[in-house]
């Protein structure tokens, strides 16, 4: 059975950091695209950041670049997210993703984070 678990949420303050952590299980995902996505109350999940197998590419948002930073350890089969400089606006649930290689939608899914910024 597959599973994503992330963990690492919590509530901070404007500024502030934190590192979200999701861990793979029941399969190796070393070759899949990882990323994570968010969902912030009343609103549609959406997409925050990617990185290919290798980890030579990373993808993101424009609301995050250049505070946010994905990274994987395909040893561990973990993704990371580092999330600096921290907004309300970030406020919201994080969820993990993996997809199959050739495959354009992802198909894993965490059951979530929360992440809580407050002004």
């Known amino acids: 059975q597959v599973q994503l678990v992330e963990s690492g949420g919590g509530l901070v303050q404007a500024g502030d950091s934190l590192r979200l952590s999701c861990a793979a299980s029941?399969?190796?995902?070393?070759?899949?695209?990882m990323g994570w996505f968010r969902q912030a109350p009343g609103k549609e999940r959406e997409f925050v950041a990617a990185?290919?197998?290798?980890?030579?590419?990373?993808y993101y948002a424009d609301s995050v670049k250049g505070r946010f930073t994905i990274s994987r350890d395909n040893a561990k089969n973990t993704v990371y997210l580092q999330m600096n400089s921290l907004k309300p606006e970030d406020t919201a649930v994080y969820y993990c993703?993996?997809?199959?290689?050739?495959?354009?939608?992802?198909?894993?899914w965490g059951q979530g984070t929360q992440v809580t910024v407050s002004s």
């Open positions: 990185i290919r197998w290798s980890g030579s590419n990373t």
């Open positions: 029941g399969r190796t995902f070393i070759n899949h695209r």
């Open positions: 993703a993996a997809r199959d290689p050739g495959v354009v939608e992802f198909g894993y």
